[in-house]
């Protein structure tokens, strides 16, 4: 009996959502034929693990009061099965200001990340939020 291998690969890009696709995913189907009509099919599939990004976001006090600073927590979660890259506000958070006379920051803030299971992953601009992880952006 004699067997030959023969590997197809297609590369996927981090840009282009549609490249991921969900359960059943990439269905790929051969068949084979020779000379004296014998014929053999076969076929696979391939999905693309989703993330699903979830987003809380609230005041450290209900209330404030002149003089004292003004804050809010951002929670970041990805509670679905696939990793979530390149995660980031879109657009920048911003406070409201009633008089231009706020300044909201850090201009770059710093997110500590935690894992469900293990513990700092990543900083906070571009992360790769892996399944069951979530960060905490205090600004």
Same mark, same amino acid.
């Given at each position: 009996?004699?067997?030959?291998?023969?590997?197809?690969?297609?590369?996927?890009?981090?840009?282009?959502?549609?490249?991921?696709? #969900?359960?059943? /995913?990439?269905?790929?189907?051969?068949?084979? +034929?020779?000379?004296?009509?014998?014929?053999?099919? %076969? !076929? @696979?599939?391939?999905?693309?693990?989703?993330?699903?990004?979830?987003?809380?976001?609230? #005041?450290?006090? /209900?209330?404030?009061?002149?003089?004292?600073? +003004?804050?809010?927590?951002?929670?970041?979660?990805? %509670? !679905? @099965?696939?990793?979530?890259?390149?995660?980031?506000?879109?657009?920048?958070?911003?406070? #409201?200001?009633? /008089?231009?006379?706020?300044?909201?920051?850090?201009?770059?803030?710093?997110?500590?990340?935690?894992?469900?299971?293990?513990?700092?992953?990543?900083?906070?601009?571009?992360?790769?939020?892996?399944?069951?992880?979530?960060?905490?952006?205090?600004?």
């Amino acid at each position: 009996m004699l067997s030959v291998t023969v590997t197809v690969t297609s590369a996927t890009s981090l840009a282009n959502r549609a490249d991921c696709v #969900p359960a059943p /995913g990439l269905v790929n189907n051969v068949t084979v +034929v020779d000379n004296e009509s014998d014929t053999a099919s %076969d !076929g @696979a599939n391939q999905s693309c693990l989703l993330p699903h990004l979830i987003v809380a976001k609230t #005041p450290d006090n /209900g209330t404030y009061a002149l003089g004292s600073p +003004v804050s809010f927590t951002i929670v970041v979660t990805n %509670d !679905g @099965a696939g990793i979530a890259n390149n995660v980031h506000f879109a657009p920048p958070d911003a406070l #409201p200001d009633p /008089g231009a006379s706020l300044n909201w920051g850090p201009a770059n803030p710093v997110a500590t990340c935690r894992a469900s299971s293990s513990g700092r992953y990543g900083d906070w601009k571009g992360t790769r939020l892996k399944p069951d992880l979530w960060c905490t952006d205090a600004t």
